[in-house]
């Protein structure tokens, strides 16, 4: 998969920003590799996020291992849960298979956001 243009990386931004500023949640992405195992790599980038990560939806995707993890926190999670999370990186998933990173991302944020809001 390629890098991402300049206009993809600002439509994710503008997606987690839209997310935030609907759920009162705070959304971040990682792309990049795992280091060691991939969901005890995301469970870290989450806690670094420090005093926001209780309320905080992580997603993490690893385009060279096709790797992807969705890390809610405490908070987050009462309003997002794991089943959520489950359903929303199906579909980013398809979206990743067809070479779309960007648009998964962008559409995976909306669908937590939308979850998060429905409560």
Do not use: W
Not at 1 to 27: C, H, P, V, W, Y
Not at 48 to 68: K, T, Y
Not at 108 to 113: D, H, N, S, W
């Amino acid at each position: 998969m390629r890098a991402l243009t300049s206009l993809q990386n600002d439509d994710i931004r503008a997606a987690l920003k839209a997310a935030e500023a609907r759920t009162g949640l705070r959304f971040a992405v990682y792309i990049g590799p795992a280091e060691g195992p991939r969901r005890e790599h995301a469970e870290r980038l989450h806690a670094a996020l420090g005093e926001v990560a209780e309320r905080a939806v992580l997603i993490m995707v690893d385009v060279n291992d096709h790797g992807l993890e969705i890390v809610t926190g405490e908070r987050a999670r009462r309003f997002i849960p794991d089943g959520e999370c489950r359903l929303v990186a199906v579909s980013m998933v398809g979206a990743f298979g067809a070479g779309d990173l960007a648009g998964g991302l962008v559409t995976g944020i909306a669908g937590l956001a939308e979850c998060a809001a429905r409560v």
